[in-house]
Protein backbone atom coordinates (compact mmCIF):
# COMPACT_ATOMS: atom_id res chain seq x y z
CA UNK A 1 0.00 0.00 0.00
CA UNK A 2 1.73 3.52 -0.39
CA UNK A 3 2.91 5.81 2.10
CA UNK A 4 0.05 7.95 3.53
CA UNK A 5 -2.97 5.73 2.20
CA UNK A 6 -4.06 4.20 5.25
CA UNK A 7 -7.63 2.23 5.42
CA UNK A 8 -10.23 5.23 4.69
CA UNK A 9 -12.55 4.90 6.98
CA UNK A 10 -10.68 4.43 9.88
CA UNK A 11 -7.49 6.31 9.73
CA UNK A 12 -8.62 8.94 7.62
CA UNK A 13 -10.70 12.05 8.34
CA UNK A 14 -11.23 14.37 5.38
CA UNK A 15 -11.16 17.96 6.18
CA UNK A 16 -11.58 21.07 4.38
CA UNK A 17 -8.72 22.65 2.46
CA UNK A 18 -10.01 25.46 -0.09
CA UNK A 19 -12.80 26.46 -2.31
CA UNK A 20 -12.28 27.84 -5.66
CA UNK A 21 -15.00 29.93 -7.34
CA UNK A 22 -17.22 32.66 -6.98
CA UNK A 23 -21.00 32.74 -4.51
CA UNK A 24 -23.22 31.38 -6.68
CA UNK A 25 -24.97 34.40 -7.31
CA UNK A 26 -23.29 35.85 -10.10
CA UNK A 27 -22.81 32.67 -11.63
CA UNK A 28 -23.09 32.24 -15.43
CA UNK A 29 -23.19 28.66 -17.47
CA UNK A 30 -19.94 29.20 -18.68
CA UNK A 31 -18.58 29.28 -15.12
CA UNK A 32 -19.67 25.47 -14.44
CA UNK A 33 -16.58 23.34 -14.20
CA UNK A 34 -16.64 20.88 -16.99
CA UNK A 35 -13.68 18.47 -15.87
CA UNK A 36 -10.96 18.32 -13.06
CA UNK A 37 -7.42 16.92 -13.51
CA UNK A 38 -4.42 16.10 -11.58
CA UNK A 39 -1.08 16.22 -13.56
CA UNK A 40 1.65 13.25 -12.94
CA UNK A 41 2.77 14.50 -9.88
CA UNK A 42 -0.01 15.89 -8.17
CA UNK A 43 2.00 19.40 -8.05
CA UNK A 44 -0.49 20.86 -10.74
CA UNK A 45 -4.35 20.66 -11.02
CA UNK A 46 -6.62 21.31 -14.35
CA UNK A 47 -10.22 22.47 -14.04
CA UNK A 48 -11.72 23.38 -17.85
CA UNK A 49 -14.85 24.53 -17.81
CA UNK A 50 -18.39 25.36 -19.89
CA UNK A 51 -16.88 28.60 -21.27
CA UNK A 52 -13.46 26.83 -22.88
CA UNK A 53 -10.99 28.12 -20.43
CA UNK A 54 -8.61 26.01 -18.67
CA UNK A 55 -7.36 27.03 -15.03
CA UNK A 56 -4.25 25.47 -13.93
CA UNK A 57 -3.69 25.65 -10.02
CA UNK A 58 0.03 25.18 -8.82
CA UNK A 59 1.03 23.44 -5.09
CA UNK A 60 2.87 26.18 -3.08
CA UNK A 61 5.72 25.15 -1.41
CA UNK A 62 5.61 24.25 2.03
CA UNK A 63 6.44 26.93 4.46
CA UNK A 64 9.20 26.79 7.08
CA UNK A 65 7.19 28.72 9.50
CA UNK A 66 3.80 26.48 9.27
CA UNK A 67 5.51 22.94 8.29
CA UNK A 68 2.46 21.65 9.51
CA UNK A 69 0.45 23.45 6.97
CA UNK A 70 0.80 21.38 3.23
CA UNK A 71 1.39 23.59 0.50
CA UNK A 72 -2.43 25.51 -0.81
CA UNK A 73 -2.79 25.32 -4.67
CA UNK A 74 -3.16 28.46 -6.20
CA UNK A 75 -3.91 29.92 -9.45
CA UNK A 76 -0.61 29.24 -11.56
CA UNK A 77 -2.04 29.74 -15.12
CA UNK A 78 -5.21 30.75 -16.98
CA UNK A 79 -6.31 30.59 -20.39
CA UNK A 80 -8.93 30.21 -22.98
CA UNK A 81 -8.58 27.23 -24.71
CA UNK A 82 -11.56 27.03 -27.15
CA UNK A 83 -13.68 29.08 -28.61
CA UNK A 84 -17.47 28.45 -29.95
CA UNK A 85 -17.51 27.50 -33.39
CA UNK A 86 -20.43 26.78 -35.80
CA UNK A 87 -20.40 24.06 -38.77
CA UNK A 88 -21.60 25.80 -41.70
CA UNK A 89 -22.45 22.15 -43.46
CA UNK A 90 -24.38 21.18 -41.08
CA UNK A 91 -25.81 24.69 -39.57
CA UNK A 92 -24.31 23.18 -35.89
CA UNK A 93 -23.48 25.33 -32.97
CA UNK A 94 -20.02 23.58 -31.67
CA UNK A 95 -19.46 24.62 -28.08
CA UNK A 96 -16.88 25.53 -26.12
CA UNK A 97 -17.35 23.47 -23.20
CA UNK A 98 -14.09 21.39 -22.19
CA UNK A 99 -14.97 17.43 -22.15
CA UNK A 100 -11.62 16.42 -20.83
CA UNK A 101 -8.39 17.27 -20.02
CA UNK A 102 -5.23 14.76 -20.00
CA UNK A 103 -1.41 15.50 -18.75
CA UNK A 104 1.53 14.49 -20.47
CA UNK A 105 4.26 13.22 -18.09
CA UNK A 106 6.76 16.13 -17.56
CA UNK A 107 10.19 15.45 -19.87
CA UNK A 108 11.54 19.33 -19.39
CA UNK A 109 10.68 22.15 -17.61
CA UNK A 110 7.45 22.68 -19.84
CA UNK A 111 4.35 21.18 -19.19
CA UNK A 112 1.82 19.68 -21.57
CA UNK A 113 -1.73 19.03 -21.60
CA UNK A 114 -4.27 18.03 -23.66
CA UNK A 115 -7.87 19.61 -23.87
CA UNK A 116 -10.98 18.88 -25.88
CA UNK A 117 -14.41 19.94 -26.49
CA UNK A 118 -16.70 18.01 -29.01
CA UNK A 119 -14.58 18.32 -32.15
CA UNK A 120 -11.10 19.43 -31.53
CA UNK A 121 -8.26 18.13 -29.53
CA UNK A 122 -5.21 20.98 -28.43
CA UNK A 123 -2.19 19.91 -27.44
CA UNK A 124 -0.87 22.95 -25.00
CA UNK A 125 2.65 24.23 -23.76
CA UNK A 126 2.41 25.71 -20.43
CA UNK A 127 6.00 27.38 -19.26
CA UNK A 128 7.50 30.07 -17.62
CA UNK A 129 9.97 33.32 -18.59
CA UNK A 130 11.30 35.14 -15.91
CA UNK A 131 14.10 36.82 -18.29
CA UNK A 132 13.79 38.78 -20.87
CA UNK A 133 16.39 39.72 -24.06
CA UNK A 134 16.86 43.57 -24.49
CA UNK A 135 18.99 45.31 -26.68
CA UNK A 136 18.16 44.00 -30.55
CA UNK A 137 19.79 45.94 -33.36
CA UNK A 138 16.90 46.22 -35.99
CA UNK A 139 14.15 46.80 -33.34
CA UNK A 140 14.29 49.43 -30.45
CA UNK A 141 12.96 48.76 -27.32
CA UNK A 142 8.95 49.00 -28.07
CA UNK A 143 9.58 46.71 -30.90
CA UNK A 144 9.32 48.63 -33.60
CA UNK A 145 11.74 47.91 -36.37
CA UNK A 146 14.73 50.89 -36.73
CA UNK A 147 15.66 52.69 -39.41
CA UNK A 148 18.68 50.54 -40.69
CA UNK A 149 20.86 53.71 -41.94
CA UNK A 150 20.40 54.79 -38.20
CA UNK A 151 21.96 51.75 -37.01
CA UNK A 152 25.59 52.27 -36.68
CA UNK A 153 27.14 49.88 -34.06
CA UNK A 154 26.47 46.06 -33.36
CA UNK A 155 24.59 46.12 -30.02
CA UNK A 156 24.76 42.08 -27.78
CA UNK A 157 21.25 41.54 -27.05
CA UNK A 158 21.38 40.70 -23.60
CA UNK A 159 19.04 38.65 -21.01
CA UNK A 160 17.54 40.92 -17.65
CA UNK A 161 14.99 39.49 -15.21
CA UNK A 162 11.88 40.17 -15.10
CA UNK A 163 8.80 39.35 -13.13
CA UNK A 164 7.98 35.71 -13.37
CA UNK A 165 5.34 35.32 -16.41
CA UNK A 166 3.66 32.20 -17.29
CA UNK A 167 2.15 31.29 -20.63
CA UNK A 168 0.20 28.88 -22.67
CA UNK A 169 0.69 28.27 -26.31
CA UNK A 170 -1.06 25.83 -28.75
CA UNK A 171 2.03 23.79 -29.90
CA UNK A 172 -1.03 21.40 -31.75
CA UNK A 173 -4.56 21.16 -32.88
CA UNK A 174 -6.31 18.09 -33.94
CA UNK A 175 -9.33 18.98 -35.71
CA UNK A 176 -11.62 17.35 -38.46
CA UNK A 177 -11.60 13.74 -37.26
CA UNK A 178 -14.71 13.74 -35.41
CA UNK A 179 -18.20 13.40 -36.80
CA UNK A 180 -19.82 12.87 -32.96
CA UNK A 181 -18.89 14.22 -30.19
CA UNK A 182 -15.93 13.56 -28.35
CA UNK A 183 -16.56 11.93 -25.09
CA UNK A 184 -12.87 10.88 -24.00
CA UNK A 185 -9.35 11.29 -24.87
CA UNK A 186 -6.35 9.02 -23.43
CA UNK A 187 -2.73 9.23 -23.37
CA UNK A 188 -1.00 5.97 -24.52
CA UNK A 189 1.77 4.77 -22.14
CA UNK A 190 4.46 5.13 -25.04
CA UNK A 191 3.80 8.83 -24.76
CA UNK A 192 3.84 8.93 -28.50
CA UNK A 193 0.66 8.31 -29.17
CA UNK A 194 -3.54 9.20 -27.90
CA UNK A 195 -6.82 8.09 -28.69
CA UNK A 196 -9.73 10.30 -29.09
CA UNK A 197 -13.58 8.87 -28.83
CA UNK A 198 -16.74 9.61 -30.00
CA UNK A 199 -20.43 8.00 -30.15
CA UNK A 200 -19.41 5.61 -32.84
CA UNK A 201 -15.89 5.82 -33.20
CA UNK A 202 -11.90 6.02 -31.62
CA UNK A 203 -9.10 7.28 -33.47
CA UNK A 204 -5.75 7.09 -32.91
CA UNK A 205 -3.48 9.84 -33.18
CA UNK A 206 0.10 10.56 -33.46
CA UNK A 207 1.47 13.61 -30.90
CA UNK A 208 3.36 15.10 -34.01
CA UNK A 209 0.93 14.43 -36.50
CA UNK A 210 -2.19 16.88 -36.74
CA UNK A 211 -3.87 16.12 -40.48
CA UNK A 212 -4.54 12.52 -40.03
CA UNK A 213 -5.53 9.77 -37.54
CA UNK A 214 -6.66 5.65 -37.85
CA UNK A 215 -9.52 4.47 -37.22
CA UNK A 216 -8.92 2.04 -34.63
CA UNK A 217 -12.70 1.50 -33.68
CA UNK A 218 -15.97 1.91 -35.88
CA UNK A 219 -19.26 0.97 -34.56
CA UNK A 220 -21.32 3.01 -37.04
CA UNK A 221 -24.11 0.66 -38.86
CA UNK A 222 -24.37 0.47 -42.36
CA UNK A 223 -28.28 1.55 -41.81
CA UNK A 224 -28.30 4.15 -39.01
CA UNK A 225 -31.81 3.11 -38.21
CA UNK A 226 -30.11 -0.29 -36.88
CA UNK A 227 -28.12 1.41 -34.31
CA UNK A 228 -28.33 -0.28 -30.92
CA UNK A 229 -25.47 1.49 -28.88
CA UNK A 230 -23.08 3.97 -28.66
CA UNK A 231 -19.49 4.23 -27.21
CA UNK A 232 -19.60 6.38 -24.08
CA UNK A 233 -15.84 6.22 -22.48
CA UNK A 234 -12.46 4.44 -23.33
CA UNK A 235 -8.81 4.73 -22.12
CA UNK A 236 -5.65 3.15 -22.67
CA UNK A 237 -3.76 0.48 -20.50
CA UNK A 238 -1.61 2.42 -18.12
CA UNK A 239 1.73 -0.24 -19.20
CA UNK A 240 0.17 -2.04 -21.96
CA UNK A 241 0.25 0.32 -24.86
CA UNK A 242 -1.57 -1.92 -27.19
CA UNK A 243 -4.50 -2.74 -24.91
CA UNK A 244 -7.27 -0.09 -24.65
CA UNK A 245 -11.31 -0.56 -23.40
CA UNK A 246 -14.11 1.50 -24.25
CA UNK A 247 -17.28 0.91 -22.39
CA UNK A 248 -21.34 0.88 -24.39
CA UNK A 249 -24.63 2.50 -23.54
CA UNK A 250 -25.62 -0.88 -23.23
CA UNK A 251 -23.22 -1.96 -20.09
CA UNK A 252 -20.90 -3.54 -21.55
CA UNK A 253 -17.05 -3.09 -21.84
CA UNK A 254 -14.97 -4.70 -24.56
CA UNK A 255 -11.18 -4.95 -24.17
CA UNK A 256 -9.14 -4.79 -27.49
CA UNK A 257 -5.65 -5.37 -28.92
CA UNK A 258 -4.11 -3.30 -31.53
CA UNK A 259 -1.66 -6.42 -32.39
CA UNK A 260 -4.43 -8.42 -33.24
CA UNK A 261 -5.83 -6.70 -36.46
CA UNK A 262 -5.95 -2.18 -37.71
CA UNK A 263 -9.28 -1.98 -37.06
CA UNK A 264 -10.40 -3.49 -33.63
CA UNK A 265 -13.97 -4.21 -34.76
CA UNK A 266 -13.40 -7.42 -32.64
CA UNK A 267 -12.67 -7.49 -29.19
CA UNK A 268 -10.08 -9.17 -27.26
CA UNK A 269 -12.59 -9.54 -23.90
CA UNK A 270 -16.00 -8.82 -22.95
CA UNK A 271 -17.22 -7.57 -19.98
CA UNK A 272 -20.41 -7.98 -19.46
CA UNK A 273 -23.35 -8.74 -15.99
CA UNK A 274 -26.32 -10.56 -16.72
CA UNK A 275 -29.36 -8.78 -15.60
CA UNK A 276 -31.31 -9.72 -12.87
CA UNK A 277 -34.55 -9.91 -14.01
CA UNK A 278 -36.44 -9.19 -10.99
CA UNK A 279 -34.56 -5.61 -11.15
CA UNK A 280 -36.02 -5.39 -15.12
CA UNK A 281 -38.16 -1.38 -15.22
CA UNK A 282 -38.54 0.84 -18.05
CA UNK A 283 -35.65 2.57 -17.24
CA UNK A 284 -33.21 -0.25 -17.24
CA UNK A 285 -31.99 0.34 -20.38
CA UNK A 286 -30.61 4.21 -19.35
CA UNK A 287 -29.35 3.53 -16.27
CA UNK A 288 -27.32 0.58 -17.10
CA UNK A 289 -25.10 2.58 -20.01
CA UNK A 290 -21.71 3.67 -18.64
CA UNK A 291 -20.81 6.62 -18.40
CA UNK A 292 -16.67 6.56 -16.84
CA UNK A 293 -14.23 3.46 -17.14
CA UNK A 294 -11.02 3.64 -15.80
CA UNK A 295 -7.61 1.49 -15.38
CA UNK A 296 -6.71 0.93 -11.60
CA UNK A 297 -3.07 2.21 -11.57
CA UNK A 298 -1.91 -1.81 -11.44
CA UNK A 299 -3.64 -2.20 -14.57
CA UNK A 300 -5.35 -5.22 -13.42
CA UNK A 301 -8.72 -3.93 -12.95
CA UNK A 302 -11.56 -1.93 -14.43
CA UNK A 303 -13.36 0.26 -12.59
CA UNK A 304 -17.19 1.38 -14.27
CA UNK A 305 -19.53 3.99 -13.16
CA UNK A 306 -23.34 3.64 -14.13
CA UNK A 307 -26.25 5.80 -13.27
CA UNK A 308 -27.13 3.81 -9.78
CA UNK A 309 -23.82 1.74 -9.08
CA UNK A 310 -19.44 1.46 -9.34
CA UNK A 311 -18.58 -1.63 -10.77
CA UNK A 312 -14.80 -2.68 -10.33
CA UNK A 313 -13.83 -5.66 -12.52
CA UNK A 314 -11.11 -8.39 -12.58
CA UNK A 315 -9.12 -8.51 -16.55
CA UNK A 316 -9.46 -12.12 -16.25
CA UNK A 317 -12.99 -12.56 -15.35
CA UNK A 318 -15.68 -11.17 -17.49
CA UNK A 319 -19.04 -12.72 -16.92
CA UNK A 320 -19.47 -10.24 -13.77
CA UNK A 321 -17.85 -7.41 -11.86
CA UNK A 322 -15.93 -8.60 -8.86
CA UNK A 323 -17.47 -5.83 -6.56
CA UNK A 324 -20.33 -3.56 -6.73
CA UNK A 325 -21.05 -0.50 -4.92
CA UNK A 326 -24.44 1.12 -4.52
CA UNK A 327 -23.93 4.83 -4.85
CA UNK A 328 -27.06 6.21 -4.46
CA UNK A 329 -29.71 3.21 -3.93
CA UNK A 330 -32.17 5.29 -2.51
CA UNK A 331 -33.11 7.01 -5.62
CA UNK A 332 -34.51 3.71 -7.54
CA UNK A 333 -37.99 5.05 -6.44
CA UNK A 334 -36.72 8.25 -7.82
CA UNK A 335 -36.13 7.17 -11.36
CA UNK A 336 -39.89 8.32 -12.89
CA UNK A 337 -38.89 11.93 -11.89
CA UNK A 338 -35.30 11.60 -12.50
CA UNK A 339 -36.38 10.96 -16.63
CA UNK A 340 -38.82 13.99 -16.30
CA UNK A 341 -35.67 16.61 -15.15
CA UNK A 342 -33.35 14.80 -17.25
CA UNK A 343 -31.25 13.50 -14.41
CA UNK A 344 -31.36 10.34 -15.25
CA UNK A 345 -28.57 11.20 -18.24
CA UNK A 346 -26.38 12.87 -15.93
CA UNK A 347 -22.59 11.38 -16.40
CA UNK A 348 -20.90 10.70 -13.68
CA UNK A 349 -16.99 10.08 -13.42
CA UNK A 350 -14.72 7.75 -10.79
CA UNK A 351 -11.43 7.84 -10.03
CA UNK A 352 -9.21 5.40 -7.93
CA UNK A 353 -6.77 6.75 -4.78
CA UNK A 354 -3.09 6.32 -5.69
CA UNK A 355 -3.05 2.49 -4.10
CA UNK A 356 -6.57 1.58 -5.64
CA UNK A 357 -7.76 0.68 -2.53
CA UNK A 358 -10.33 3.12 -2.28
CA UNK A 359 -12.46 4.32 -4.81
CA UNK A 360 -14.53 7.67 -4.95
CA UNK A 361 -17.49 9.53 -7.31
CA UNK A 362 -19.84 11.80 -7.06
CA UNK A 363 -24.30 12.06 -6.71
CA UNK A 364 -26.73 14.71 -5.79
CA UNK A 365 -27.15 17.17 -3.51
CA UNK A 366 -23.06 17.82 -3.42
CA UNK A 367 -22.54 14.76 -1.96
CA UNK A 368 -19.48 12.68 -3.25
CA UNK A 369 -19.27 9.05 -2.00
CA UNK A 370 -15.76 7.09 -1.26
CA UNK A 371 -15.57 3.13 -1.25
CA UNK A 372 -12.83 1.25 1.13
CA UNK A 373 -11.93 -2.08 -1.36
CA UNK A 374 -10.60 -3.84 1.96
CA UNK A 375 -12.30 -2.67 4.55
CA UNK A 376 -15.88 -2.76 2.46
CA UNK A 377 -16.71 0.29 4.61
CA UNK A 378 -18.45 3.37 2.85
CA UNK A 379 -18.66 7.29 3.76
CA UNK A 380 -21.19 9.61 1.85
CA UNK A 381 -19.87 13.39 1.97
CA UNK A 382 -20.49 16.90 1.26
CA UNK A 383 -18.95 19.97 -0.69
CA UNK A 384 -20.74 22.69 0.87
CA UNK A 385 -19.05 26.47 2.20
CA UNK A 386 -21.22 25.98 5.27
CA UNK A 387 -18.34 24.14 6.38
CA UNK A 388 -16.02 25.25 4.79
CA UNK A 389 -13.53 26.43 7.95
CA UNK A 390 -10.01 25.96 7.25
CA UNK A 391 -9.08 22.48 8.30
CA UNK A 392 -12.70 22.20 9.44
CA UNK A 393 -13.41 17.64 9.75
CA UNK A 394 -16.14 16.64 7.14
CA UNK A 395 -18.70 15.18 8.88
CA UNK A 396 -20.49 11.88 6.86
CA UNK A 397 -24.15 12.73 5.91
CA UNK A 398 -26.89 10.02 6.05
CA UNK A 399 -29.94 10.20 3.75
CA UNK A 400 -33.09 8.55 5.12
CA UNK A 401 -35.59 7.03 2.50
CA UNK A 402 -38.57 6.74 4.69
CA UNK A 403 -40.03 6.39 8.45
CA UNK A 404 -38.66 8.38 11.31
CA UNK A 405 -35.61 10.84 10.06
CA UNK A 406 -33.00 11.30 12.63
CA UNK A 407 -31.51 14.93 13.43
CA UNK A 408 -28.44 14.37 11.03
CA UNK A 409 -30.37 12.88 8.52
CA UNK A 410 -31.48 14.35 5.17
CA UNK A 411 -34.32 12.84 3.38
CA UNK A 412 -34.49 11.55 -0.34
CA UNK A 413 -37.45 13.98 -0.74
CA UNK A 414 -35.29 16.91 0.01
CA UNK A 415 -31.83 16.10 -2.24
CA UNK A 416 -31.52 19.34 -4.46
CA UNK A 417 -30.95 17.68 -7.67
CA UNK A 418 -29.68 20.78 -9.71
CA UNK A 419 -26.45 20.59 -7.21
CA UNK A 420 -24.54 17.49 -8.42
CA UNK A 421 -20.43 16.36 -8.50
CA UNK A 422 -20.14 14.88 -11.87
CA UNK A 423 -16.33 15.54 -11.42
CA UNK A 424 -13.63 14.60 -8.93
CA UNK A 425 -9.78 13.69 -8.90
CA UNK A 426 -7.66 12.00 -5.91
CA UNK A 427 -3.28 13.21 -6.05
CA UNK A 428 -1.52 10.32 -7.27
CA UNK A 429 -0.09 9.59 -4.32
CA UNK A 430 -1.02 11.29 -1.02
CA UNK A 431 -4.80 12.20 0.67
CA UNK A 432 -5.56 15.41 -1.64
CA UNK A 433 -9.12 15.07 -3.23
CA UNK A 434 -10.76 17.78 -5.68
CA UNK A 435 -14.54 17.66 -6.55
CA UNK A 436 -15.68 20.04 -8.57
CA UNK A 437 -19.42 21.37 -7.36
CA UNK A 438 -21.07 23.37 -10.12
CA UNK A 439 -18.67 26.38 -10.62
CA UNK A 440 -16.47 26.10 -7.48
CA UNK A 441 -13.53 23.63 -6.51
CA UNK A 442 -13.36 22.06 -3.15
CA UNK A 443 -9.87 20.52 -2.63
CA UNK A 444 -10.06 18.19 1.19
CA UNK A 445 -7.16 16.49 2.77
CA UNK A 446 -6.65 14.27 5.55
CA UNK A 447 -6.83 15.15 8.75
CA UNK A 448 -3.14 12.99 9.60
CA UNK A 449 -1.28 15.51 7.33
Request: charge should be negative.
Amino acid sequence: MTPGFGSLMQDVLWCFSQVKGAIDAGVTESDIISTVEFNHTGELLATGDKGGRVVIFQREQESKNQPHRRGEYNVYSTFQSHEPEFDYLKSLEIEEKINKIRWLPQQNAAYFLLSTNDKTVKLWKVSERDKRPEGYNLKDEDGRLRDPSMITVLRVPVLRPMDLMVEATPRRVFANAHTYHINSISVNSDYETYMSADDLRINLWNFEITNQSFNIVDIKPANMEELTEVITAAEFHPHHCNTFVYSSSKGTIRLCDMRTAALCDRHAKFFEEPEDPSNRSFFSEIISSISDVKFSHSGRYIMTRDYLTVKVWDLNMENRPIETYQVHDYLRSKLCSLYENDCIFDKFECVWNGSDSVIMTGSYNNFFRMFDRNTKRDVTLEASRENSKPRAILKPRKVCVGGKRRKDEISVDSLDFSKKILHTAWHPSENIIAVAATNNLYIFQDKVN
